[in-house]
């Protein structure tokens, strides 16, 4: 025997398209408006018929009572079927509509009604409130069911009470009108509940259009996994909306830029300052893989605009591959100056080779000096002058790959600087793009010279000045030299140019200090840099001039040293 299928159990629910649960639900909250606001409605349209039924009945008992005649009548007759207080009695009932005029006397006793058998009987209402002097209404239940009724004294002439009116409305007739308003009320709630499904569909399909016809479920996933990619990337990214103001950054974000949470809701310029940074995310630089400099980082920023009219902004930190490729280019210089060097010295050698083999010794033996002395003249010009070994280092192979280029590298007589700087890092790096900006300039030019002169200006400020005998810079482009991303060099090998001048102003900057760039006599360019808080202890310059060169920056400065061109002066 076969096993019975396991029955399926049919599961109702809310459907997962956005599209479809908006709609369902503003149709919901539409037809619960429309209930509400019916029964709302109707609960005082009852009411409110109830007593426009007793107060129109209290006045028909009130103008009835008004006739003199009826008072007079009920004194002197009987009360019969044929009498004339229910002849008056019945002419008001049919001329008002009402559904009975009863007159009674002051023992209860009608006088008329419209049933002629209970003529001449006591009411079966207690008429004690009227007879007393007290206009009454209210819903009653008597022998003709149950009616609005109104309650007046009857008074004679001289104002005595001879008896009471009591007139009733038809309790069903009131019922006829509340039942009458509510097709009309339903007709009212309908028509809002098509305005209000209509509405509904509209900005239900707005919705799918802005959720991508997305279900809740899935869009609370997707953001979920934004969060996580955007925290968990590294590459800072920055989202901005139609006005600018920050609404959005990741993890990297805050580190490249050095912000916190506090910025958000700001505008670039509140929580950047002015800067290129600010002018690249902000959409007024144009291009793509645009370079800036934020602090000791350099940055690669790239815009994409957002259909709400924002935009996000993407940050890579290029500061580390900036570092390298600076190094790649230094090696390859110090390839290229070790080739001059490999095949200088071969020519040497054959030179030496061949007074040897002519038996001209005292000319090999002078030859030889003069060579060894070139080197020797070289490493101590700059050693002697320079006290760190970074910086010193730095100037013999500067030297070195100029003299490749044909360019003469000149230390000033006028340096001297001490072994003790607080950044000694920093002006390497200071040095290093000016001399090699210089280098670039005049390279190729007749008489090409670059002097560096780097001394203690003060007991704690140095001053660094590079000239070189190039084109010169126009003066209308001496600030815009230091922008990010600007240059008229060919692109190199391992990325952009643009860097080497504003990272200077930077370095220079962040110790108090200035960058300035003129045009010195003769023409060409000479900047300027002044560190005034880059000495450790005052008086160091002057201690550092009697101080012997160490061992590590001799040995440095030998390894990488060449001759320089002589002094064209």
Known sequence: MSPTPPTRRLRFGLPRRVFAQVLLMQVAIAAGVAVLATGLFLAPLSDQLDDQAMRRALAIAQTTAAQPSIAEDLRHSRPTVDGPVQREAERIRRASGAEYVVIMNKEGVRWSHTDPGEVGRIVSTDPSEALAGHEVMGIDSGTLGRSARGKVPLRDAQGDIVGAVSVGIEYDSVRARLIHAIPGLFA????????????????????????????????????SEREAMLHGIREGVVALDRSGRIRLLNDEAHRLLGIGDEVIGQSLDDALGPGRTTDVLAGRATGTDLLTVRGQRVLIANRMPTDDGGAVATLRDRTELEQLGRELDSTRGLIDALRAQDHEHANRMHTLLGLLELEMFDDAVEFVGEVVG???????????????????????????????????????????????LIDPRGLVTIVGNLVDNAVDAVAGTPHARVEVDVRAADDRTVELRVRDTGPGIPAARRELIFTEGWSTKKLPSHGKRGIGLPLVRRLAERQGGSVHVGE????????????????????????????????????????????????PR
């Open 374 to 420: 070139d080197h020797r003249a070289t490493a101590e010009q700059v050693t002697e002058k320079v006290h760190d070994p970074l910086l010193a280092a730095l100037l013999v192979g500067k030297a070195t790959v100029a003299a490749e280029r044909g360019v003469a590298l000149w230390i000033s007589d006028r340096t001297l600087l001490p072994d003790r």
């Open 520 to 567: 010195p006599d003769g023409g060409g360019a000479e900047f300027t840099v002044l560190l005034p808080e880059a000495i450790t202890d005052p008086g160091l310059a002057q201690e550092a001039t009697e101080a012997p060169m160490t061992t590590t920056a001799n040995t440095a400065a030998g390894a990488m040293a060449t001759p320089t061109k002589e002094d």
């Open 188 to 223: 009212y709630a309908g028509g809002a509940l098509a305005v209000g499904a209509l509405a509904a569909y509209l900005i239900s399909r707005r919705v799918q259009r802005q959720t991508r016809d997305l279900a809740f479920s899935d869009i609370s996933g997707l953001l």
